[in-house]
C-alpha cells in the first residue's frame, strides 16, 4: 500500500509504503488501544459508581445468595449423614449394653456392677496445651473411626459370647449335681474290702446313703440310654451326657424314665432302694468316660 503525502511546505510529494508487517503492528496497536480504553471505563465505573448501580448490585447479591444456598444445602446433608449415623451408633451401643449385661451375668458377676446404663467417669486437670475446634470433616472422620471401632468390638463380644454359653452349655452337660440330696456316702471312689466276700476289690462308683424312696436325681442333663433290672445293680438306670461321659444309677426301687427319654439336670429318674447285690437302701453312683469309671467326686465339686 503506497501513501502520497502532498503539503504546501513540502518542496515535492512524499510517498509512503505501507508494508504487511506494518499494518499488522497498527492493528495490534489499534486492539491494544481498545482493550486500555475498555478496561479504564470499567474501572472509572466501579472506582466512581461504586455499588450504587441497580444492576451491578443484583449481580452481586445473586452471586452471594447461591453460594450461601450451596453451603446450607452442604451443611444440611452433612448433618442429616451425621445423624443418621449417631441414630445407628446409639442402636449399637443399646446392642453392646444388652451382651455386656449377659456376659457378666455368664461370668458371674452383677450386671449393675459396671454401670452400663451409665456413662463411664473422666476427670483430669486442664491441659496447657493450645486448643482447637473440631471441623465439620475433622467431626466426620471422628464418627466414621467410632463407628468402624464399635463395629469390631460388637464382633469380638459376639465370638466371646458364643463362646461363653458354649462353654456353659458343657458345664451343664457335666455331671456335678449330686444324685441325692442331702445324702452322705458310705463308699467312695477306688479300692476297698468287698463287703460280699471280704476280698481287696476296686469300687467303679460311690454309695449314697438314703431311705428307700429318696429321689434319684439326674447329676447333668442327657439321654437315657438304659433303664433295666440287672442281676448285680439290681434296677439301674444310665444317662448319656454326649462326648462319650455317661452316669449310672444302681440299686434303685423304682425307676421313673425308659430309655429314648431327654432328662434335665436335677431332674427326678428314680428312688432309692435295695434291689440287686445290695446290704441296704443306698444309690450307687457312677460316671464313666467311654467305658472308663472315673471318681465321681472330681465332677461333684465342680458344683461348689
Given at each position: 500500500?503506497?501513501?502520497?503525502l ?31 480504553l475498555?478496561f ?35 451443611l ?23 451382651l ?7 461370668a458371674?458377676?452383677?450386671?449393675q456392677e ?10 483430669g486437670?486442664?491441659s ?81 446313703i ?48 425308659k ?41 461333684l465339686?465342680?458344683?461348689?
Open positions: 500500500m503506497n501513501i502520497i502532498v503539503s504546501g511546505k513540502l518542496a515535492r510529494a512524499r510517498t509512503l509504503t505501507l508494508t504487511l508487517p506494518h499494518l499488522m503492528l497498527g492493528g495490534a496497536a489499534t486492539l491494544l488501544a481498545l482493550l486500555i475498555a479504564g471505563l470499567q474501572y472509572s465505573l466501579l472506582r466512581y459508581a461504586g455499588f450504587n448501580s441497580p444492576l451491578l448490585t443484583t449481580v452481586v447479591l445473586n452471586a452471594q445468595q447461591e453460594q450461601n444456598e450451596k453451603t446450607e444445602n452442604y444440611r446433608d452433612s448433618l442429616n449423614a451425621m445423624a443418621s449415623k449417631l441414630g445407628a451408633m446409639q442402636a449399637q451401643m443399646l446392642r453392646l449394653d444388652t455386656g449385661e449377659r456376659l457378666a451375668r455368664t458371674g458377676f452383677k450386671p459396671f454401670m452400663f446404663d451409665q456413662q463411664p467417669g473422666r476427670g486437670a486442664v496447657t496445651l493450645p486448643t482447637y475446634d473440631l471441623s465439620l470433616g475433622d467431626l466426620s472422620r471422628q464418627v466414621d473411626l467410632l463407628t468402624q471401632q464399635m463395629d469390631d468390638r460388637t464382633e469380638k463380644l459376639g465370638i466371646l459370647d458364643s463362646l461363653m454359653i458354649f462353654d456353659s452349655a458343657k458345664k451343664k452337660l457335666l455331671p456335678s449335681i449330686s444324685p441325692v440330696e442331702g445324702g452322705l456316702f458310705s463308699s467312695n471312689f477306688g479300692w476297698r474290702i468287698d463287703p460280699f466276700n471280704g476280698t481287696r476289690a476296686f469300687h467303679e462308683g460311690m454309695d449314697f438314703a431311705k428307700i424312696g429318696t429321689p434319684a436325681r439326674a447329676a447333668a442333663g442327657g439321654v437315657v440310654i438304659a433303664s433295666e433290672f440287672h442281676p448285680q445293680y439290681g434296677n439301674m438306670i444310665e444317662v448319656d451326657h454326649g462326648n462319650g461321659l455317661i452316669t449310672r444309677y444302681a440299686h434303685l426301687s423304682k425307676r421313673d424314665v430309655v429314648g427319654d431327654v432328662v434335665l439336670s436335677r431332674g427326678r429318674i428314680g428312688a432309692v432302694g435295695n434291689t440287686g447285690q445290695s446290704t441296704g437302701p443306698h444309690l450307687h453312683f457312677e460316671v464313666r468316660q467311654n467305658g472308663t469309671p472315673l471318681n465321681p467326686v472330681r465332677f465339686r465342680l458344683a461348689s
